[in-house]
């Protein structure tokens, strides 16, 4: 199964430009095995993968306009012609290798860890089953950043906390152990973000996961407006 790749190439040397790459496909394969074929050809070419199963989102590249994970994209259902860029938004290191310090940044801010102020239970902080299920939906978020990568937003505004950091900041908030609900609004209020989202959708949109970042931001709207 013969696939030509047009990579997006950049260095500090050569400036950016587009290579090809003809490659013989297994059926089976998905973009990351193909990534890894034509870096046997010329191991010039940067990229990030690890687990390889969807769990880590180092591997969030573009391949044909859309932002994916290349661990999961089959490549029997690209045409014959597949595009791959880094992932919009974010600075290029090298290649398909994105600088994301801004998107961890953001993250960080929004202080993605439970915060508690009551003293630890003898045995552990008891959350329902009732509880627990708030959480779907914003738990699986494997920090991939293409969502936040596909909005505008962010693309014109860098301390826009952007839709993962959102997203992450609506899991605490909604997790019935947290304590730190007076700091969280404070946060989300003091910060562009919340407020500053236009609900372009792009977000859902790119999301590998499937998950729904514009429902979390006015899940979180709703709370705070309703002083909950
Ligand atoms: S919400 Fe989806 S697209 Fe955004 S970082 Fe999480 S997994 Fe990636
Ligand atoms: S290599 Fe980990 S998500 Fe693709």
């Known amino acids: 199964m013969k696939r030509r790749f047009f990579i997006q190439r950049f260095s500090q040397e050569k400036g950016s430009y587009w290579q ?12 990351l095995d193909a990534l890894e074929a034509i870096h046997k050809q010329d191991p010039s070419l940067a990229y990030r993968r690890s687990c390889r199963h969807g ?10 306009g859309k932002n994916r994970l290349a661990c999961e994209t089959r490549v029997a259902n690209l045409p014959e012609k597949i595009r791959i860029k880094p992932l919009p938004g974010f600075p290029v290191i090298r290649d398909l290798v994105v600088d994301l310090n801004l998107l961890y940044q953001h993250i960080e801010t ?6 508690t102020q009551t003293p630890p239970p003898e045995k552990e902080r008891f959350q329902s089953p009732e ?8 738990y699986e978020c494997i920090l991939c950043g293409a969502c936040t990568s596909a909005c505008p937003t962010f693309w014109a505004n860098r301390n826009f906390l952007g839709p993962t950091a959102l997203l992450k900041a609506c899991l605490f908030f909604m997790d019935s152990r947290d304590e730190a609900k007076t700091d969280r609004k404070a946060i989300l209020n003091s910060h562009p973000g919340l407020w500053q989202c236009h609900s372009i959708f792009n977000c859902t949109e790119a999301c590998p996961k499937g998950l729904n970042p514009l429902r979390a931001i006015v899940m979180l709207r ?7």
């Not at 013989?24 to 973009?31: R, S």
């Not at 769990?55 to 044909?64: E, K, L, P, Y």
Request: hydrophobic fraction near 40%.
């Open 20 to 31: 090809e790459y003809v490659i013989d496909c297994d059926p089976t394969w998905v973009v």
């Open 55 to 64: 769990i880590c989102g180092a591997c969030a590249i573009n391949i044909n």
């Open 110 to 115: 929004v202080k993605p860890y439970l915060i």
């Open 131 to 138: 509880d627990r299920k708030k959480l779907d939906g914003l």
């Open 222 to 228: 709703k709370k705070i407006l309703r002083g909950k």
